[in-house]
């Protein structure tokens, strides 16, 4: 049985009385999952508690928080997302770049052309061209938005900053970087495969080894100091630089500060294959087996928003929204609209 077939029994069983109000200890598939009531502290079977949450107050949230959601153009399909703080953009499958959301510096405006990866910030946005330069558009007035020339494979926006990785595995940063988020490591050996930026701080994945940072990275845990990791995101909160990473052989390590847990819940799951940070809440897209290309969202942090059912392939989180691709393509957010984060294109 899935995961999520698990987790609906358990609230069919009895084992969830009242919505809110959670039982202080259960067994799911053989493993003891517990969680205390009436804290904004997710444990163990926060994830039971929120299922029976979604189902007693579907139909009572603020509308401004559920418009838009499941809402997407039937012509299109996507292959990749990222989310900044307020707007989002995401690629189609025939290569072409929208946005929505916040345009207030026009980081919302997608150029033309085609495009490999895209990331959103505060308020500006980069993506890489097919011919695997990068352009910038959006807030430029401490130079975030002014990319280098040469040819990249992977790129990250944060609040004042954005490095990208070249063609060679090395890292390039440019714009405004007081707390040394510019300070790229500059070992020749060393090949990336993976950024995220956030307010402060960048991260890296190696090819092999432990993730590099640089900048501030918070004070309350640092960087993991071993083992491999698939995928990174980090969140925009002024003074947070929440990052979060998925290990390559299953989990997801968490450092930095801010508001969200660092602690992941207890998932009866094999491995994630996706990571998305907000401000106060972490998503990720977890699959029962180590070669899975899609799987269920799960969500924790102190935002309880409850993720939409069936599988995913990717997923991004902006302050207050998320966004992610079902696996046939499809675009789904949920969260905040106050800005438009959920008027998907």
């Known amino acids: ?43 163990t079977a926060d994830l039971v508690g929120q299922r029976a949450r979604t189902a007693s107050s579907r139909g009572k949230r603020d509308t401004e928080d559920r418009d838009g959601r499941d809402s997407t153009s039937n012509d299109s399909r996507y292959v990749a997302i990222n989310a900044g703080s307020y707007h989002t953009c995401a690629i189609r499958v025939d290569g072409t770049l929208v946005c929505w959301g916040n345009n207030e510096h026009g980081q919302a405006t997608a150029p033309d052309g085609t495009y490999t990866s895209v990331a959103a910030g505060l308020g500006h946005s980069c993506a890489i061209r097919s011919d695997g330069t990068v352009t910038c558009w959006g807030d430029n007035r401490l130079g975030q938005a002014y990319a280098p020339a040469g040819f990249y494979s992977a790129v990250a926006a944060g609040a004042t900053h954005s490095c ?7 890292i390039v940063c440019w714009g405004y970087g007081p707390e040394g988020q510019l300070d790229a490591p500059e070992d020749s050996f ?41 995928d990174i995101d980090a969140n925009l909160s002024v003074g947070s630089g929440l990052t979060c990473a998925t290990r390559t052989l299953g989990g997801i390590e968490c450092w930095g500060g801010g508001t969200a847990p660092f602690d992941m819940p207890s998932f009866l799951i094999q491995s994630f294959i996706a990571v998305a940070v907000g401000v106060s809440h972490v998503c990720a897209i977890g699959t029962d087996s180590f070669a899975g290309i899609a799987g269920e969202i799960f969500c924790w ?11 995913f392939t990717a997923i991004a989180a902006g302050s207050a929204h998320v966004c992610a691709i079902r696996l046939g393509g499809n675009l789904v957010c949920w969260g905040q609209n106050r800005l438009g984060q959920l008027n998907l294109p």
Do not use: H
Request: aromatic share 10%.
């Open 1 to 43: 049985m899935s995961q999520r077939g698990r987790l609906d029994d358990a609230i069919a069983g009895g084992w969830i009385v009242g919505g809110e109000a959670a039982v202080s200890a259960v067994k799911v598939a053989g493993r003891q999952m517990t969680r205390i009531a009436g804290l904004d502290r997710w444990s």
């Open 164 to 170: 990208a990785i070249g063609a060679l595995g090395n």
């Open 190 to 230: 060393t090949r990336y495969s993976a950024i995220a930026a956030s307010w402060d701080s960048t991260c890296a994945l190696p090819s092999f080894g432990k993730v590099i940072c640089w900048g501030d990275v918070g004070f309350l845990r640092g960087p993991p100091l071993f083992g491999n990791f698939s």
């Open 301 to 311: 942090g102190l935002w309880p928003y409850d993720p939409p059912g069936g599988e």
